[in-house]
C-alpha cells in the first residue's frame, strides 16, 4: 500500500529561524512530490513539485529536495515569518495512476508554528 | 472568481439530517477530487471525477455518502442520516488533467466545508 509519512508532527521556531520538514514515502511507480501549504481554515496551496530527476526546487524562503533513491523529501523554510505558521502536507503522485485512491498519496502533514 | 469555490463555508447538522455540499471547480478543469479531513490530519480522498464520470468512489466511508458531477462542473457531495463521525472538513480540488500523471497540473483546493453534526 502507498504511504507517506511527515516528521515532525508539530514544530515549534522563533521568527528568523530555519528549519527542515521532513516526507518519507512508499509509492510506486513514483512519478512525482508535491509540497502544499495549508493556512488554517483554507485549502492547501501548492508551494514545489519535483520529478525523480530533480534533487532540488526552490520557491522563494522554500527549498525542496528530493532523493528518489532513498524516497525521502524535505522542505527547508529559510528566515522563517509569522506567516508561515501552516500545515504542510507531502503529496506524493503514482504514475499511471489516474487521480483516484491510488494516484495520490498524502501525508497527515508537519503543523508549524512560528512564534515572535 | 478564479479559484474553486465551495458552500456552504459552515454547516451544523443535526444528528440524522441530510446535507449536500457543494463545489464549483475552476472553469475548464477536468478533474475534480472530494477529500475529507479531520481536525490535525492530512486530507483523506473520498471520490474522483474526470468530466461527469466518477472513476473512483473507493474512498467513500458507507452507502450514506454520494457525490456527482452531473454536467461535468459543478459538483455535489451528499450525505445522508449524518452521524457525529461525519464531522470534518470536506474539500473539494480541480485539476486541468489527470492528476495521477500530470507535472504541470496541481490540485487547486476550495477552503472546504466544515460541517459540524451535533
Known amino acids: 500500500k502507498n504511504q507517506v509519512e511527515q516528521s515532525p508532527q508539530s514544530l515549534i521556531i522563533l521568527e528568523g529561524k530555519n528549519c527542515t520538514l521532513q516526507c518519507n514515502y512508499t509509492v510506486s511507480p513514483f512519478s512525482n512530490l508535491r509540497w502544499y501549504k495549508q493556512d488554517t481554515g483554507r485549502g492547501p496551496v501548492s508551494l514545489t513539485i519535483?520529478?525523480?530527476?530533480?534533487n532540488t526546487k526552490s520557491n522563494g524562503r522554500y527549498t525542496a529536495t528530493l532523493d528518489a533513491d532513498t524516497k525521502q523529501s524535505s522542505l527547508h523554510i529559510t528566515a522563517s515569518q509569522l506567516s508561515d505558521s501552516a500545515s504542510y502536507i507531502c503529496v506524493v503522485s503514482a504514475y499511471g495512476s489516474g487521480g483516484g485512491a491510488d494516484g495520490l498519496t498524502f501525508g497527515k502533514g508537519t503543523h508549524l508554528i512560528i512564534q515572535p | 472568481g478564479a479559484g474553486v469555490s465551495q458552500s456552504p463555508r459552515y454547516k451544523v447538522a443535526k444528528r440524522g439530517q441530510d446535507v449536500a455540499l457543494r463545489c464549483d471547480p475552476i472553469?475548464?478543469?477536468?478533474?475534480l477530487f472530494w477529500y475529507q479531513q479531520a481536525l490535525g490530519q492530512g486530507p483523506e480522498f473520498l471520490t474522483y471525477f474526470q468530466n461527469e464520470a466518477q472513476l473512483d468512489k473507493s474512498g467513500l466511508p458507507s452507502d450514506r455518502f454520494f457525490a456527482e458531477r452531473p454536467e461535468g462542473s459543478v459538483s455535489t457531495l451528499k450525505i445522508q442520516r449524518t452521524q457525529q463521525e461525519d464531522s470534518a472538513v470536506y474539500l473539494c480540488?480541480?485539476?486541468?488533467?489527470?492528476?495521477?500523471?500530470?507535472?504541470?497540473?496541481?490540485?487547486?483546493f476550495g477552503n472546504g466545508t466544515r460541517l459540524t453534526v451535533t
Open positions: 472553469s475548464g478543469h477536468v478533474s
Open positions: 519535483m520529478t525523480f530527476s530533480e
Open positions: 480540488a480541480s485539476s486541468l488533467g489527470t492528476a495521477g500523471i500530470s507535472y504541470n497540473s496541481p490540485l487547486h
